[in-house]
Every structure is written in structure tokens, then in C-alpha cells.
């Protein structure tokens, strides 16, 4: 058996919100877009990484995942971000800090997800 990759769903009560996290803040960009569409959703892709992002009120509200980046560069990213979107900081990790399991590791967050950055 066989996989090429794990994209999740991602549910946002306004999927904008989404886009700022993702697409201005880590630099995903639209692969493919249904952002006009009566239920919005737009597939964002970095990297051999995608991500769905969908407008759904009802599951944003019983979903808040949380995912890790795992990069070789995270202080790159830190500086990157904490100067670009330091709003996003999550404020129980918002520098980067090596964790008791030995991994660096900075987390993001809005009001929907938490994205935990990580370098081993």
C-alpha cells in the first residue's frame, strides 16, 4: 500500500480568515478556487503540500485542528513571520524554543487552527 500525501480539510466560519493564515502568513498559494461559489472552498498548495479550505459555519465550529510544519529552517520562518504576522503568535509558544523531546518549535494560531512549527 502506498500513499503520495495527506491533505486535511480545513473549516473556517469565513474562509478569508483561512487565507490570511495560510496564504499571506506561510505563503500557500491557490491551486484551485471556488471562492465565489455558494459554499466557498479553494485548494492552497506549497511545497508538495495542499491544504482544502472550506466555509462551513457549522463544522468550523466542531473542528480546530491542529497540524505541525516540520521544517529545516525554522528560525528563518520565526523571523519571517513574527515580523510579517506577529498576530499569529500563539502566545503559549511564541518564540522558538527547544521542547523537552529535543524538537525547535514555534505555534501559530487564529481563530481555527493551531500550527506548530517544528524542527528536529
Known amino acids: 500500500m502506498t500513499f503520495e500525501q495527506l491533505v486535511p480539510n480545513v473549516y473556517y466560519v469565513n474562509i478569508r480568515d483561512g487565507l490570511k493564515m495560510f496564504s499571506d502568513c506561510l505563503g500557500f498559494v491557490i491551486g484551485h478556487s471556488e471562492l465565489e461559489a455558494e459554499e466557498p472552498f479553494c485548494v492552497l498548495n506549497k511545497d508538495g503540500l495542499s491544504i482544502y479550505l472550506f466555509e462551513h459555519v457549522a463544522l468550523a465550529k ?4 491542529e497540524f505541525r510544519l516540520v ?30 523531546w529535543g524538537a525547535k518549535e514555534f505555534a501559530l494560531r487564529d481563530e481555527q487552527v493551531c500550527i506548530i512549527i517544528q524542527q528536529w
Open 71 to 100: 521544517t529545516k529552517n525554522i528560525e528563518m520562518i520565526y523571523e519571517k513571520v513574527s515580523l510579517s504576522h506577529p498576530e499569529f503568535l500563539h502566545p503559549n509558544l511564541k518564540q522558538v524554543t527547544i521542547r523537552p
Open 62 to 65: 466542531e473542528h480546530n485542528p
